[in-house]
T-cell receptor, first 115, second 117 residues
Framework: EDQVTQSPEALRLQEGESSSLNCSYTVSGLRGLFWYRQDPGKGPEFLFTLYSAGEEKEKERLKATLTKKESFLHITAPKPEDSATYLCAVHPRAYSGAGSYQLTFGKGTKLSVIP | DTEVTQTPKHLVMGMTNKKSLKCEQHMGHRAMYWYKQKAKKPPELMFVYSYEKLSINESVPSRFSPECPNSSLLNLHLHALQPEDSALYLC????????????????FGPGTRLTVT
């Protein structure tokens, strides 16, 4: 069974204190891994897609990396506006046809950045 | 433009009411989705449409009825809902995976906060 585990569940950082969020996955072949940011009461905002081990993507203070078993979302010098829940989702290769568009989500990491 | 719009933003309905949620995208995506999200949980897939045809129904109760009138619009018709159906309902869209498409991430709308009384 495909599984996505995110850790930690919650993370409190001081403004400027860099850290990383983890997304470990067990899937029968990975077609893609996605990171989203979600603010309370709003829809997830797409951040990154990673397709193969070794791939890295950056956007402002965020950098996502991928290995064969996990992905990291590195946050450099975070600001209070980076506070949100960060969701990781995988797109398993094993799904075919219409099922190949299903995502398996992790439970998310709630990040709080304190001024 | 990577925008998916949803209306209404908030909806309060009684258990005997009939209402509809609407979703629109103009990114040329041919896959559209409905998700349900409860507080502090990840989104749960309800329905998938590809090429305006229902592809996946994740064992959703018949009181939820999806409709895809055209490639840009997606509706979710609600009837005789229960209080436990109160949640954030999210619409998303993506490209279908074809030889010429290399990115098929899903873009989500802002959601409709539904409260069933």
């Amino acid at each position: 069974e495909d599984q996505v585990t995110q850790s930690p569940e919650a993370l409190r950082l001081q403004e400027g204190e860099s850290s990383s969020l983890n997304c470990s996955y067990t899937v029968s072949g990975l077609r893609g891994l996605f990171w989203y940011r979600q603010d309370p009461g709003k829809g997830p905002e797409f951040l990154f897609t990673l397709y193969s081990a070794g791939e890295e993507k950056e956007k402002e203070r965020l950098k996502a990396t991928l290995t064969k078993k996990e992905s990291f979302l590195h946050i450099t010098a975070p600001k209070p506006e980076d506070s949100a829940t960060y969701l990781c989702a995988v797109h398993p290769r094993a799904y075919s046809g219409a099922g190949s568009y299903q995502l398996t989500f992790g439970k998310g990491t709630k990040l709080s950045v304190i001024p | 433009d990577t925008e998916v719009t949803q209306t209404p933003k908030h909806l309060v309905m009684g258990m005997t009411n009939k209402k509809s949620l609407k979703c629109e995208q103009h990114m040329g995506h041919r896959a559209m989705y409905w998700y349900k999200q409860k507080a502090k949980k990840p989104p749960e897939l309800m329905f998938v449409y590809s090429y305006e045809k229902l592809s996946i129904n994740e064992s959703v109760p018949s009181r939820f009825s999806p409709e895809c009138p055209n490639s840009s619009l997606l509706n979710l018709h609600l009837h005789a809902l229960q209080p436990e159906d109160s949640a954030l309902y999210l619409c998303a869209s993506s490209h279908l995976r074809t030889g010429s498409i290399t990115s098929y991430e899903q873009y989500f709308g802002p959601g409709t906060r539904l409260t069933v009384t």
